[in-house]
């Protein structure tokens, strides 16, 4: 595994530099008390990041005994990464320089009595003014780099409320044409339905009137529940319609609309996502039976058959011929997904007899 480098290691390994280049100094140097001084210079690097200025301050009696030494660029250099006043940083070059310049025990007309005073005074200006100016990039390239993950995270931000937004125009529309279109004629057949089971004296068309009425309104009901849904937009938490249990099956079959008995066996206790995957598997088969089967009977059976969950829906050949009815040829398929994702298998298939088999396999 990488180890990451982390500030402490950096300043130790400047607190050694230091500390070498300060014994290397004095090697040729002959100083008196004055090693107590630069040492302490050297070992305030340790805390240079949080009192940059006095770290600075500190390190300038190794300039003033030794001339240019690391441990006050060191400082300089940081203190110039912390602050942003550029004169500030000015005038402490200018002072580290004087520092490393001046004759030590002589007064200030000694700097001048060799021709040569002003290369010392530009090889001192050099790597103080190199210093201020790399600390300098440093900050810059530091607030660049955090003003540009600033500028990445808004970019994101607005692309995430555009595709919100987005989606909720959609979601919004889609709930219009649901209120507007389909929960109208939804409207209708049941009124019409209510209608005619009231007027009508055939039992068997007041049977079906009032089972379909019954569908309507269930339908309506479910319509409601989808549309607030849909006008949420992801905004909250929205209350979505009471999701169907095996408890449910009897009144599903019962209210199919066509002949249909439910068998159902000694079960195990089945968590939520395949009880609504059984309830779901029967309902898209009693309508595909109701729409491609006219006049068919239809047996749903649950059973455990070893470590397995079977749920079985046959029926019976048609006794007429279908109406064409709008269909998106998806249900089978959906409910086929549904059933792999929780580790079971659907089939369908037709029957010697004419009629058609949807198997639906879980685990139990």
């Given at each position: 595994m990488k180890r990451r480098w982390r500030p402490w290691m950096t300043d130790a390994a400047l607190v050694a530099v230091a500390a070498a280049d300060l014994w290397f100094a004095s090697w040729w140097t002959e100083l008196g008390w004055e090693p107590v001084l630069t040492s302490l210079g050297v070992l305030a690097l340790a805390v240079r990041r949080r009192f940059p200025l006095a770290v600075f301050v500190v390190t300038l009696p190794t300039a003033y005994y030794l001339g240019e030494t690391a441990a006050p660029l060191i400082a300089l250099y940081t203190l110039a990464v912390a602050s942003h006043k550029r004169w500030f940083l000015a005038v402490c070059s200018l002072v580290l320089a004087a520092c490393m310049i001046w004759p030590i025990g002589s007064g200030p007309a000694m700097i001048f009595a060799d021709s040569w005073w002003l290369a010392s005074i530009a090889y001192a200006l050099a790597p103080a003014a190199a210093a201020a100016f790399l600390g300098q990039i440093v900050q810059v390239r530091r607030e660049l780099s955090a003003r540009l993950e600033e500028i990445t995270e808004a970019r994101e931000h607005e692309q995430l409320m555009a595709t919100q937004k987005v989606l909720a125009e959609e979601r919004a529309q889609l709930a219009r044409e649901m209120h507007d279109v389909v929960s109208h004629q939804v409207s209708l057949i049941a009124v019409r339905a209510g209608a005619l089971q009231v007027s009508t004296a055939d039992p068997e068309a007041k049977e079906a009137a009032g089972t379909i009425r019954k569908?309507?309104?269930?339908?309506?009901?479910?319509?409601?529940?989808?549309?607030?849904?849909?006008?949420?937009?992801?905004?909250?938490?929205?209350?979505?319609?009471?999701?169907?249990?095996?408890?449910?099956?009897?009144?599903?079959?019962?209210?199919?609309?066509?002949?249909?008995?439910?068998?159902?066996?000694?079960?195990?206790?089945?968590?939520?996502?395949?009880?609504?995957?059984?309830?779901?598997?029967?309902?898209?088969?009693?309508?595909?039976?109701?729409?491609?089967?006219?006049?068919?009977?239809?047996?749903?059976?649950l059973a455990r058959t070893g470590a397995a969950i079977t749920v079985a829906i046959t029926n019976t050949a048609p006794t007429r011929a279908a109406v064409p009815l709008p269909s998106s040829r998806h249900g089978l398929l959906g409910l086929h997904q549904r059933a792999v994702l929780l580790g079971g298998t659907l089939t369908w298939d037709p029957t010697p007899d004419g009629g058609w088999r949807t198997v639906l396999t879980l685990p139990a």
């Amino acid at each position: 595994m990488k180890r990451r480098w982390r500030p402490w290691m950096t300043d130790a390994a400047l607190v050694a530099v230091a500390a070498a280049d300060l014994w290397f100094a004095s090697w040729w140097t002959e100083l008196g008390w004055e090693p107590v001084l630069t040492s302490l210079g050297v070992l305030a690097l340790a805390v240079r990041r949080r009192f940059p200025l006095a770290v600075f301050v500190v390190t300038l009696p190794t300039a003033y005994y030794l001339g240019e030494t690391a441990a006050p660029l060191i400082a300089l250099y940081t203190l110039a990464v912390a602050s942003h006043k550029r004169w500030f940083l000015a005038v402490c070059s200018l002072v580290l320089a004087a520092c490393m310049i001046w004759p030590i025990g002589s007064g200030p007309a000694m700097i001048f009595a060799d021709s040569w005073w002003l290369a010392s005074i530009a090889y001192a200006l050099a790597p103080a003014a190199a210093a201020a100016f790399l600390g300098q990039i440093v900050q810059v390239r530091r607030e660049l780099s955090a003003r540009l993950e600033e500028i990445t995270e808004a970019r994101e931000h607005e692309q995430l409320m555009a595709t919100q937004k987005v989606l909720a125009e959609e979601r919004a529309q889609l709930a219009r044409e649901m209120h507007d279109v389909v929960s109208h004629q939804v409207s209708l057949i049941a009124v019409r339905a209510g209608a005619l089971q009231v007027s009508t004296a055939d039992p068997e068309a007041k049977e079906a009137a009032g089972t379909i009425r019954k569908l309507s309104v269930r339908t309506l009901d479910e319509l409601r529940h989808m549309v607030n849904v849909l006008r949420a937009g992801g905004g909250g938490p929205t209350d979505l319609a009471p999701q169907p249990t095996l408890a449910q099956l009897g009144d599903l079959v019962g209210a199919s609309g066509i002949e249909a008995k439910l068998h159902v066996g000694d079960l195990p206790d089945l968590d939520p996502p395949k009880e609504r995957a059984i309830y779901r598997t029967v309902q898209e088969s009693l309508t595909n039976v109701r729409k491609h089967a006219p006049g068919a009977r239809a047996d749903v059976s649950l059973a455990r058959t070893g470590a397995a969950i079977t749920v079985a829906i046959t029926n019976t050949a048609p006794t007429r011929a279908a109406v064409p009815l709008p269909s998106s040829r998806h249900g089978l398929l959906g409910l086929h997904q549904r059933a792999v994702l929780l580790g079971g298998t659907l089939t369908w298939d037709p029957t010697p007899d004419g009629g058609w088999r949807t198997v639906l396999t879980l685990p139990a």
